[in-house]
T-cell receptor, first 112, second 111 residues
Framework: DAMVIQNPRYQVTQFGKPVTLSCSQT?????MYWYQQKSSQAPKLLFH???????NEADTPDNFQSRRPNTSFCFLDIRSPGLGDAAMYLC???????????FGPGTRLTVT | QKEVEQDPGPLSVPEGAIVSLNCTYS??????FMWYRQYSRKGPELLMY????GNKEDGRFTAQVDKSSKYISLFIRDSQPSDSATYLC???????????FGAGTQVVVTP
């Protein structure tokens, strides 16, 4: 009965090879967020969707893109992963901007 | 100066002791103050939240916010080995979702 599901939990990709991470939610929440958490560092917001409205953080590299085809699913695309993109990627949702955020279990990305 | 400062630890305490965690911040526009707990290889889990200065208590957990000093604290009473985790402070200016996190303090409670 997990409510925010991330697939896969562990992903290994090669330097420069595009990779897509998936997040799904059964909560029917309007807002979905992607955070990047590097080892022993603070999670950092990359972007979020309010319904279909995409909001990019100013310092999110162009290498990172996102898609939200419907309410339940949100994808994180990394076009050309570098070694510095190895991290835990956390998906989070909230009913709206004024309610609390719940996080998924994360996808740990390794770049070789 | 970083916007949020949090001692990374590790902080090791014996079972039953009080755990004291804190963060300082520099952005006076922060209005939402939160503490998340993160177990190894898991996503953060919201523990405590507040919108104002003062204390808030929930079971064994007490959160304090001092806006004048730009300082927040989390206290865990009667600590248990299951409290061993990384504790992240988090802040926001305008919504509960766009969060500025501290780097986390690792806590180890030994039986």
């Amino acid at each position: 009965d997990a409510m925010v599901i991330q697939n896969p939990r562990y992903q290994v990709t090669q330097f420069g090879k595009p990779v897509t991470l998936s997040c799904s939610q059964t909560l029917n929440h309007n807002v979905m967020y992607w955070y990047q958490q590097k080892s022993s560092q603070a999670p950092k917001l990359l972007f979020h969707y309010y319904d279909k409205d995409f909001n990019n953080e100013a310092d999110t590299p162009d290498n990172f893109q996102s898609r939200r085809p419907n309410t339940s699913f949100c994808f994180l695309d990394i076009r050309s992963p570098g070694l510095g993109d190895a991290a835990m990627y956390l998906c989070a949702t909230s009913r709206d901007r004024q309610t609390f955020v719940g996080f998924g279990p994360g996808t740990r990305l390794t770049v070789t | 100066q970083k916007e949020v400062e949090q001692d990374p630890g590790p902080l090791s305490v014996p079972e039953g002791a009080i755990v004291s965690l804190n963060c300082t911040y520099s952005n006076s526009a922060f209005q939402y103050f939160m503490w998340y707990r993160q177990y190894s290889r898991k996503g953060p889990e919201l523990l405590m939240y507040t919108y104002s200065s003062g204390n808030k208590e929930d079971g064994r957990f007490t959160a304090q916010v001092d806006k004048s000093s730009k300082y927040i604290s989390l206290f865990i009473r009667d600590s248990q080995p299951s409290d061993s985790a990384t504790y992240l402070c988090a802040f926001s200016t305008d919504s509960w979702g766009k969060l500025q996190f501290g780097a986390g303090t690792q806590v180890v409670v030994t039986p």
